[in-house]
Structures are given as structure tokens and as C-alpha cells.
């Protein structure tokens, strides 16, 4: 299996894959530190890029893995910034996209704020991606065990 990371941060979804990452693209500068140090500690060198590679220099890809950005819909953004984004104009849901479309994994799977359905409805990215069967889970993880409530 070949995994792709796509808006994968510092790679806590990523992690389990490990063994069959090839790379994560990450355009958000939030998550690079000094010299990668984070990064490195965690997946060696497994390359962390800010673009998307072109197909031929990846070749085929069978899963894409990644959150990108939920500052349009977090209440925390939201007490920062007073106001919600719109994530239509958001760099990483773009990238993470475009990811699907240039790679067309046998699956992928992406990670957002419920809210996110609000602005971009479920059969608009049914639409976009008309060659996969789409599973919506819109749940809090904490019925996963995680201590958050959304």
C-alpha cells in the first residue's frame, strides 16, 4: 500500500501508516519547524513538501490521508477572528482537492469539523469526486474515546 498525507500537520492521522508513507504535503507553515525537527523525529525521512508533486515523480498512490484546514467552522477561530472563513477560499481544502483529482487514490479520507457540510454539502462533494463511493461520519470522537466534545 502507498499512502499519500495531504494537510497531514505533524502527522497524528499519518502515524499508523507509517510504514507505508511515501509523503505528506503540508502547505500550511504552522506545522514546519526549525530544520523539521518535529517531522523527522517522528517519520525519519519520509519527505514533508509544501506543493503537490506532479503524478509521474509519485506514481500511484493508493490512499490519501489528511484534515485540512477547520478554522472556518471552529468556535475558536471563530472567538479569534469574530467571524467565520469560508472554506471555499481555503488553501488546504483546495490542496487536499486537487490531491484526489491528480492522484485518484482507491480511497481516501478526510478529517473536518461537521460544519464544513454547512458551506460545501455532501452532494456537492459527491459531485466532485463522482468516481467514489462516499461515507459522510459526522460524530464527535469522543464516541471514539477521544476527551473532546464537539
Request: aromatic share 10%.
Amino acid at each position: 500500500m502507498r499512502v499519500l498525507g495531504v494537510c497531514g500537520g505533524n502527522g497524528v492521522f499519518l502515524h499508523p501508516f507509517k510504514k507505508y508513507l511515501i509523503a505528506n504535503v503540508e502547505p500550511r507553515s504552522i506545522f514546519y519547524t526549525k530544520k523539521d525537527i518535529q517531522w523527522k523525529s517522528n517519520f525519519g525521512n519520509i519527505p514533508m513538501v509544501k506543493e503537490l508533486p506532479n503524478t509521474k515523480s509519485i506514481g500511484d498512490i493508493d490512499l490519501i490521508i489528511g484534515a485540512p484546514d477547520c478554522g472556518h467552522s471552529s468556535i475558536l477561530a471563530l472567538s479569534r477572528a469574530k467571524k467565520k472563513g469560508n472554506p471555499r477560499e481555503n488553501g488546504s481544502i483546495d490542496t487536499y482537492f486537487k490531491s484526489i483529482k491528480r492522484f485518484k487514490p482507491d480511497m481516501w479520507v478526510m478529517e473536518n469539523l461537521p460544519a464544513l457540510l454547512d458551506v460545501i454539502t455532501e452532494d456537492e462533494i459527491t459531485e466532485l469526486f463522482p468516481n467514489y463511493r462516499i461515507r459522510f461520519f459526522c460524530d464527535s470522537v469522543s464516541i471514539y474515546g477521544n476527551s473532546q466534545i464537539t
